[in-house]
């Protein structure tokens, strides 16, 4: 399967631990999304990639939000000190920069903080 | 305001109606435009991108309408396997990059 893959694809935590998600975007893909999205809302923008290079941070992305792609190809979005606030389904997706740019999406991951 | 607005439905039709859902946007400095579908509990997928000359993709046509910052999706003949949430999704490029979705607009096609 060559598309955009998520790991865990489940995570439960409790509130105050750190947790840890892992996007692989597609291979020749320089682009790198990630977004929150709760129920009934569409996903919300958190944060991309161009290479290794972050470009764009939401509001959203508090100081408890780290977001990294070391080596330009896969990326981590880490929270730490997690609150119930932050359930909600994390999606990765990649795309390659020009005009008709398009992002292709990951399955996600779910994350329930209790 | 929210940037991308869409009825959020939900739409309820039989098989082979039209159903048309529309989105208005309110950044004029949008560039590109697509209807994702979302189906329960599973990520966004492209059903179609959005030029202005208006595109068809089989049973899907979309429409974009600058002057008004409209987007419009027709799907005719619906099919029950067209049951799921449509995603208007709106790319910007001021000052930064910007990619908003709208909320979704649930389409339920009945036997």
């Known amino acids: 399967d060559t598309g955009v893959s998520q790991d865990p694809r489940h995570k439960i935590t409790k509130r105050g631990q750190n947790v840890t998600f892992r996007c692989d975007p597609i291979s020749e893909h320089n682009r790198l999304y990630w977004y929150r999205q709760t129920l009934g809302q569409g996903p919300e923008f958190l944060t991309y990639f161009q290479n290794e290079a972050q470009l764009e941070k939401s509001r959203l992305l508090s100081d408890r939000f780290s977001a990294e792609r070391p080596k330009g190809s896969f990326s981590t979005l880490e929270i730490q000190r997690t609150e119930q606030g932050d359930s909600a389904m994390y999606l990765c997706?990649?795309?390659?920069?020009?005009?008709?740019?398009?992002?292709?999406f990951g399955p996600g991951t779910r994350l329930l903080v209790l | 305001r929210k940037e991308v607005e869409q009825d959020p439905g939900p739409f309820n039709v039989p098989e082979g109606a039209t159903v048309a859902f529309n989105c208005t946007y309110s950044?004029?400095?949008?560039?590109?435009f697509f209807w994702y579908r979302q189906d329960c509990r599973k990520e966004p997928k492209l059903l179609m991108s959005v030029y202005s000359s208006g595109n068809e993709d089989g049973r899907f046509t979309a429409q974009l309408n600058r002057a008004s910052q409209y987007i419009s999706l027709l799907i005719r003949d619906s099919k029950l396997s067209d049951s799921a949430t449509y995603l208007c999704?709106?790319?910007?490029?001021?000052?930064?990059?910007?990619?908003?979705f709208g909320a979704g607009t649930r389409l339920f096609v009945k036997a």
């Open positions: 999704v709106v790319n910007a490029h001021t000052g930064g990059f910007k990619t908003i």
């Open positions: 950044n004029s400095a949008s560039q590109s």
């Open positions: 997706a990649s795309s390659l920069a020009g005009a008709r740019e398009t992002q292709y």
